[in-house]
């Protein structure tokens, strides 16, 4: 298996643009994350899915944030419109049973000018 | 709240000269501990979970070990391979499927 698959791998956008990222997780996974890196914050959690099924979304930072997961092989985390504060690392991770031994994706560095 | 900190933020070590990481946390009721290792570019590497204080976990030069409000990652003998990021997250039992993470200590091992 190729891993936990995440596109594009960096992303430049003006202010006030929509973004887009997308995930395709391993196989047979059941769960998937979405995480956000920053220098300031660390990692933190947005969303997690668990058999494509919406589950906490409680970390989503607004509104202006949106995921899906239409089958289970694919994902989307969008920003619209998108902000200087968004520019983070995006991680997208899953898992089989359990967040702690997830294994996430090479990410997408976003950068919002 | 749940809370993770990290220290030091940044060590340098010779080749072969061992040291410990350190990860306090605060946590209303541990279910985990987690140890990960990040490359530059690459997304979290999962290396050990513990679950009560007392417990221990190795891997190859490293070691893993948790009281009940701390962990040491202890690195014996680095070699510059080991450098890397390593992060520290807890899973509390108000969210079942949420790791806080520390910032991390940025490990450099020098030839």
């Known amino acids: 298996d190729a891993g936990v698959i995440q596109s594009p791998r960096h992303e430049v956008t003006e202010m006030g643009q929509e973004v887009t990222l997308r995930c395709k997780p391993i196989?047979?996974?059941?769960?998937l994350f979405w995480y956000r890196q920053t220098m300031m914050r660390g990692l933190e959690l947005l969303i997690y899915?668990?058999?494509?099924?919406?589950?906490?979304d409680s970390g989503m930072p607004e509104d202006r944030f949106s995921a899906k997961m239409p089958n289970a092989s694919f994902s989307t985390l969008k920003i619209q419109p998108s902000e200087p504060r968004d520019s983070a690392v995006y991680f997208c991770?899953?898992?089989?049973?359990?967040?702690?031994?997830?294994?996430f994706g090479q990410g997408t560095r976003l950068t919002v000018v | 709240e749940d809370q993770v900190t990290q220290s030091p933020e940044a060590l340098r070590l010779q080749e072969g000269e061992s040291s410990s990481l350190n990860c306090s946390y605060t946590?209303?009721?541990?279910?985990?501990l987690f140890w990960y290792r990040q490359d530059p570019g690459k997304g979290p590497e999962f290396l050990f979970t513990?679950?009560?204080a007392g417990e221990e976990k190795e891997k190859e030069r490293l070691k893993a070990t948790l009281t009940k409000k701390e962990s040491f990652l202890h690195i014996t003998a680095p070699k510059p391979e080991d450098s890397a990021t390593y992060l520290c997250?807890?899973?509390?039992?108000?969210?079942?499927?949420?790791?806080?993470f520390g910032t991390g200590t940025r490990l450099t091992v020098i030839p």
């Open positions: 991770a899953s898992s089989t049973w359990t967040v702690a031994e997830a294994f």
């Open positions: 196989s047979g996974h059941d769960y």
């Open positions: 899915f668990n058999n494509n099924v919406p589950i906490d």
């Open positions: 946590v209303s009721g541990l279910r985990g």
């Open positions: 513990l679950y009560s």
């Open positions: 997250a807890v899973q509390g039992e108000l969210g079942a499927n949420n790791l806080f």
